[in-house]
């Protein structure tokens, strides 16, 4: 059966090449205009967000995060967390999935802290899940379990 081998070649190649996408060299800088532009972006389109964001403590943003699998995937971005507007930390989100999936999509994602128990936590814990408690806005593809490491600059 050739099958197996095919198949376990195709998913490599996969994620090699989200590792290569996930992996940008963008400095500090970058990465920070790159969050407060999606930041922004996400507060001019959608008036939820917008309120959210007039009310909340602080504003984690991944602007690029890339996925891809063939049944077996992975996702990778970096981000940053904004406290009253101030950048104070970045950070970086990694997940595995498995499934029926194919492909390869790029999206950005924010997580609105609306205290500051929640900004403590955040900058307390060395790795957290996203799924029970907070998820992103856009629920059309999140059906995998994620595992996130918190970096600070």
């Known amino acids: 059966m ?14 090699v090449a989200l590792t290569l996408l996930a992996v940008r060299t963008a400095s500090a800088d970058d990465l920070t205009s790159d969050s407060r532009r999606a930041r922004q972006q996400l507060v001019a389109q959608n008036p939820a967000a917008a309120k959210c964001k007039a009310k909340a403590v602080a504003v984690l943003v991944f602007p690029d995060v ?8 992975a996702q990778g971005g970096k981000g940053i967390l904004f406290v009253h507007g101030q950048p104070s930390g970045r950070y970086r989100t990694v997940a595995a999935s498995y499934g029926l999936q194919a492909g390869v999509q790029k999206y950005g994602y924010a997580l609105f802290l609306m205290n500051q128990r929640a900004v403590d936590w955040i900058n307390q814990t060395r790795g957290w899940e996203i799924g029970t408690g907070p998820e992103r806005s856009d629920r059309r593809q999140r059906n995998g379990a994620e595992l996130h490491d918190q970096h600070h600059a």
């Open 66 to 73: 890339v996925k891809a699998g063939f049944i077996f995937g």
């Open 2 to 15: 050739h099958s197996i081998p095919t198949l376990r070649h195709a998913t490599g190649l996969i994620l």
